[in-house]
């Protein structure tokens, strides 16, 4: 039987990502550098966005071919997740003026945005997805039920729009602030007080500006 879900099972696929690529990242910077340092998205919650969107995206463009080949699944892994990588970055980079992850050091890569090497994860993660974390999912779903779960579901979809809202607007105000353009008005007065500039690089530790 094919794996199916529903809007609210997305989108705890999606929460479930964004916290477990937060680990990931936190993890990897504590043995790669010898010490934690901030992966988050946002800068209210400890959520790594792009993790939860790929895990949404690879579920939507994955869940029609779970009997395909093995090949045919890591090609359309390796093409959408580059894809998706190019356009966050890029993304990043025409909302915010910065970029958090650069491939220019790695061969055959394209713009600093994307490369081989990550790409071909991106292959392999999907193949794992599809026989494994998928049918996992499913399992749990099933057999776990969750009080009050639209209830849940929409107070976390609030507090994400709004954290999502928040981090743009301190963002931008950030990029303002550099270009010496003072506040206009009490959300910005509120932004420079509690976002400021030591804020934001604490919590962006690893964005770069454009510029440097």
Known sequence: MKVQFNFQQYVWIFAIGCYVGY????????????????????????????????AVLLTLILIRFQNAAWWKVF??????????????????????????????????????????????????????WVKLIMPLLNMLFENVHIPFEKVLVGAFLAFFVFDAA????????????????????????FLDTHFDDETMQKIYANSKSVEE
Not at 29 to 48: A, D, T, W
Not at 83 to 104: H, K, M, N, P, R
Not at 167 to 175: D, L, Q, T
């Open 166 to 189: 928040l981090s743009a607007g301190a963002a931008v105000r950030m990029n303002r602030r550099q270009e010496g353009i003072p506040a206009a008005n009490k959300v910005e007065v």
């Open 23 to 54: 680990a990931i990242e936190t993890l990897w910077c504590l043995i790669k550098n010898g010490y934690i340092e901030s992966r988050r998205s946002l800068v209210l919650g400890h959520l790594s966005v792009a993790y939860g969107m790929g």
């Open 75 to 128: 090609l359309i892994s390796f093409v959408s997740g580059t894809v998706t990588e190019y356009i966050c970055s890029l993304g990043q980079e025409i909302c915010f003026g910065s970029v958090a992850w650069d491939y220019s050091h790695l061969p055959l890569n394209i713009n600093g945005r994307v490369c081989l090497l990550y790409s071909v994860f991106w292959g392999v993660i999907g193949l794992g």
